[in-house]
Every structure is written in structure tokens, then in C-alpha cells.
């Protein structure tokens, strides 16, 4: 949560200037990144009137709903906005003056979703989105911009969510995940093709490789020659992404199980089926994974996202295990999430519970939780031949992202990564000599990384609770 003060001295009346504040459409005159701002509910200004106000995002125009959520007439008022990606609170004080009236605007904003992690990060930058709606302000009002507490004359307005979105992406997280980190990295650190891997004769299990960042590695995997067993939930899926990354490639070692990476006897399957069918085992890709807004469990109560993306996973590799390590150099890469940055380690709160379930902040403790047993892996079996890594691979732009943050996609789009990019990372990991040289490492554009940014996610990584982790998923994996 970031918050923003601006005062404006005018001439105007308090009764005058209160008017043509609280009538929040007028923000679309006087807020230059607004483009239109429309009453839709209520008749004029108080308790529950609403408006919708269209603002430039990187993508045309994004249109947020505010509500009149306080009104003491002539004096102050309130608005508020909520959508998946933002909170704005923004309060309105007006108080008449011997020379006219001064006007306050103070303004809460926060994060919610995949930007939730930024939000710390905001904060700098919210002094240069708050000079233009400031200044605009002082016009409109035919007043003069004072000093205010801690700020320095300029104030951020959250109405003025057309400039947010813009200046989000000058954040130390946000051209680090999108399109630019990728682009800027591969350049100055003159990465080597991955078309330059011969994997010919290595066998890879791929999951959740119908779609999105796996069908990209898979892929590429494929065009390296290597041997793929990809696995999603329908057959009949699987078998098309089969035969059109055959066509595509040209390599016709590439098979498919079934498997829904949250039912566990599923997953026991699916290991029979690799034992059954290949003889080695060199790389194991945990990619499948999903953020679902509507909370769901399995037949065991375990939650679906943790079930899917911890415990399944989990149980996947403590099958393979030795497959893995007769390889000689065997290698498993999970498929994390930046997402996780902003979630603590918690046993108890892994799985939230209906009352509570918040799909994006699920996905995140389920993500850290992939990060944290990543790291452990490695510890416990330092004498195996395998290798562990985690990895995430930024924002893509994947029908998994669409379909979950179809906002974020909006607005994010033209930042986002292709698969290919997301992937990138993904597919080194498997491929290059270098990882094989660390273990337990989490990375992101093909250099490690840490799998905290905040003192508050920090603190909650004590080796208590991760062991509690491990005998928890240990439990639920019924192993
Ligand atoms: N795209 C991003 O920006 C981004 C960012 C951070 C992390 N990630 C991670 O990257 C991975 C891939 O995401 P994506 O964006 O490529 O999503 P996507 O396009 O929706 O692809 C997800 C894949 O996972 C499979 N899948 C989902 N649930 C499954 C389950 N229970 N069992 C087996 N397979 C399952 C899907 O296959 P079927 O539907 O055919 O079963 C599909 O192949 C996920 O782990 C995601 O959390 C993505």
C-alpha cells in the first residue's frame, strides 16, 4: 500500500471547488491520463454513486469502476475502485479559507495480483504520477499547488491509474519479468542458442505440455533431438501437441501419458508408465500448474493448487528418483512463479481455506512452496546424481495467463514474453552443461536468483518450518 498527499490553494468557494470534485466525473477535465469518466449509478454526487472511468493503459483504454463510498457534503468525500489488480482510495478535503478554499487529496493505492509484488517498490515513483494530476488539479481549480507532508508539492492521485500503469513498468521488478529483462539480458550477455543443444538420447519427461510455456520447451526440447514424454491431463490434447510438435520438429520420439498432476494415483501411474517405457531418465520438468480463482480440492481435502503443484510434483520425483540419478547427470527443474516473492512460507496457511481463498495469493504460497522444497531436495540428496533447479520464467503470454488474469494480460500485454522467451530459462536448465555444476538453485533469465526480495518473506523461512514442509507434503503424498 502506497499513499499520496496533494494540496491545492484556490479561489474558488469551498462550496464551489467541493462541487466540482465530487462530481467525479469532472476527473476526465482535470486528470490528464484519464480519457472519459461517466456517472453510471446514482442521480449526482453521494453515498453509492458510481463511475466508470476509462484510463490509458498500455493497451488502449482500461476502464475502472469508482464508488462514492463517503460524502459529507462540502467537506470531504471518498471514492474507491477494486479490480483484480488494484485497490484506489482516494479522499477529498475541502475547507474554506479567508482567500478561498484549500483542497487536499489523499490517495491510498495497492497492487493485487501477479503486480502485488511490486507494490513495495512503488513507491519512488509515485511523486512523478502524482505531478501531472496535481498540476492538472491546480488548473482546473485556477489555484496553486502547496507544499504537502512528505512529498514535496507533487502528489500521486490513484484516479490517475493511466499514468500507474505506465510507471509500474519502470520498477526494479517489472522490466526484470517482462519482455525487456529478456531481451536485454540475452543481448548483453550473448546467451547461446538453444538450438545449439544436441539432447539426442536424453530423455526428458515434460508436464503440462499442451499448452503455453511447456509446449514451448517441449518443443524446443524436441528440435534438440531429445526423447519427450509429455504429459497433460487429456489424451486426446496431448496426442495433437504430439503430433503437431512431430510436424513441426521432425522428431518422432515424443510420447504421451495422461495425468492429472493432482490425482495421486495418477501420478503413480504416469511413473510406471516412464519406468515401464524408458530405460534412463534425464531430466524431470514440473511446468504443469495453473492459477484457478475458484478454490476446489481433491478427494484426499487437499486444496487443488497446492495438490497440483506441490504434492503431485513431489511424489513424481520421489518415484523417479532413482531413474534419475542411474542417469549419471539426471536433472529436476520446477517450474515456479515470480508471484511467489510476495508469499511468505507458511505450513499452516498453505492451504487456504474457502472463507479466505484468494486464487492469485493461493498460487503464491503454493509457488514459494515449489521454491522452498527445491532448495531442500538438494540438501537432503546431495549424493544422488541429480541436480535440482527452480526456475520463473517472468510474465509470458500464455493462455494460463489469459485465462487467469485476463486484466493483467490486457494491460501487460504488449510487455509480456512469447512462450518461447518464458521458456527459455526452462529449457537451458535442461540442457546446458552449467547447471549441472549447483543444485537447489532458483533462477530466472539463466542466472540465479534469490528466492526472496522482501525482509517479510524472509523471516517466515526458518528450518522449522520447512522441515514441517516436508513431512507435510512427505504425508500427503501418502509416501
Ligand atoms: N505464463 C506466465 O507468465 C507464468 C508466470 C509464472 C509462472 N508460470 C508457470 O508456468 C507454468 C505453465 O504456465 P502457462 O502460463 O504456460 O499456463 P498454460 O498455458 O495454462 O499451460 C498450463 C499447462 O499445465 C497443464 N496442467 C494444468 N493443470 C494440470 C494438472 N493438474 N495436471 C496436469 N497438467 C496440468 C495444462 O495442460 P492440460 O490443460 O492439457 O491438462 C497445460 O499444458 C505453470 O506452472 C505456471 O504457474 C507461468
Redesign the pocket.
Known amino acids: 500500500m502506497t499513499t499520496y498527499r496533494a494540496q491545492v490553494r484556490t479561489p474558488l468557494s469551498a462550496e464551489q471547488a467541493f462541487g466540482y470534485l465530487a462530481d467525479f466525473a469532472n476527473v476526465a477535465s482535470w486528470d490528464p491520463g484519464v480519457r472519459s469518466a461517466e456517472q453510471v449509478a446514482g442521480s449526482g454526487p453521494g453515498v453509492g454513486a458510481e463511475y466508470e472511468v476509462g484510463v490509458d493503459s498500455l493497451k488502449g483504454e482500461l476502464t475502472l469502476r469508482y464508488t462514492i463510498v463517503e460524502y459529507v457534503d462540502r467537506e470531504r468525500f471518498a471514492v474507491r475502485a477494486e479490480s483484480r489488480m488494484l485497490m484506489s482510495y482516494d479522499v477529498v478535503t475541502v475547507e474554506a479559507t479567508d482567500t478561498g478554499a484549500l483542497v487536499t487529496y489523499e490517495a491510498e493505492l495497492a497492487l493485487n495480483g501477479p503486480l502485488g509484488i511490486a507494490d513495495p517498490f512503488l513507491a519512488p515513483f509515485f511523486d512523478r504520477i502524482g505531478d501531472k494530476a496535481a498540476a492538472g488539479l491546480a488548473t482546473a481549480l485556477d489555484g496553486e499547488l502547496v507544499a504537502t507532508v512528505g512529498k514535496n508539492g507533487a502528489a500521486a492521485d490513484s484516479g490517475v491509474v493511466a499514468n500507474l500503469v505506465d510507471k509500474i513498468v519502470e520498477t526494479p521488478i517489472v522490466p526484470s519479468f517482462t519482455r525487456v529483462g529478456y531481451d536485454v539480458r540475452k543481448r548483453l550477455e550473448s546467451w547461446t542458442s538453444l538450438d545449439g543443444y544436441d539432447l539426442e538420447g536424453k530423455v526428458v519427461v515434460v508436464?503440462?505440455?499442451?499448452?503455453?510455456?511447456?509446449?514451448a520447451a517441449a518443443t524446443q526440447l524436441a528440435r534438440c533431438g531429445a526423447t519427450l514424454i509429455l504429459?497433460?491431463?487429456?489424451e486426446q490434447?496431448n496426442t495433437k501437441v504430439v503430433d503437431e510438435i512431430v510436424a513441426e520438429t521432425g522428431n518422432r520420439s515424443i510420447s504421451e501419458v495422461a495425468?492429472?498432476?493432482?490425482d495421486y494415483d495418477q501420478v503413480r501411474a504416469l511413473a510406471a508408465r516412464v519406468l515401464a517405457d524408458h530405460d534412463r531418465l534425464d531430466v524431470l520438468i514440473h511446468?504443469?500448474?495453473?492459477?484457478s480463482v475458484e478454490r476446489s480440492e481433491i478427494a484426499d481435502g487437499t486444496e487443488a493448487t497446492v495438490a497440483?503443484?506441490v504434492v503431485g510434483p513431489f511424489l513424481l520425483t520421489s518415484l523417479l528418483l532413482d531413474r534419475l540419478s542411474a542417469s549419471g547427470s539426471g536433472r529436476v527443474i520446477t517450474?515456479?512463479?515470480?508471484?511467489m516473492y510476495g508469499a511468505p512460507l507458511s505450513v499452516d496457511k498453505l492451504e487456504m481455506a474457502p472463507a479466505d481463498y484468494n486464487g492469485t495469493e493461493q498460487?503464491a504460497r503454493a509457488?514459494r512452496a515449489q521454491a522452498t522444497l527445491n532448495e531442500m531436495w538438494a540438501r537432503r540428496f546431495p549424493d544422488l546424481d541429480i541436480v535440482f533447479h527452480a526456475v520463473?520464467?517472468?510474465?509470458?503470454d500464455?493462455?494460463?495467463?489469459d485465462?487467469a488474469l485476463p486484466t493483467f494480460a490486457a494491460i501487460m500485454g504488449p510487455l509480456l514474453r512469447t512462450?518461447e522467451q518464458?521458456a527459455d530459462t526452462l529449457v537451458w536448465l535442461a540442457a546446458d552443461p552449467n547447471p549441472l555444476t549447483s543444485s537447489g538453485v532458483f533462477w530466472h533469465d539463466r542466472r540465479p536468483r534469490s528466492i526472496h526480495k522482501l525482509p517479510t518473506t524472509r523471516r517466515t523461512d526458518t528450518p522449522e518450518r520447512r522441515e514441517r514442509l516436508w513431512r507435510w507434503v512427505t504425508e500427503r503424498s501418502g509416501l
Open positions: 508436464t503440462g505440455a499442451t499448452s503455453g510455456l511447456g509446449r504429459v497433460g491431463r487429456s490434447r495425468a492429472d498432476m493432482g511446468n504443469a500448474g495453473a492459477l497440483s503443484q517450474m515456479s512463479s515470480g508471484g498460487y509457488k520463473h520464467p517472468g510474465w509470458a500464455t493462455p494460463g495467463v485465462a512462450p518464458g
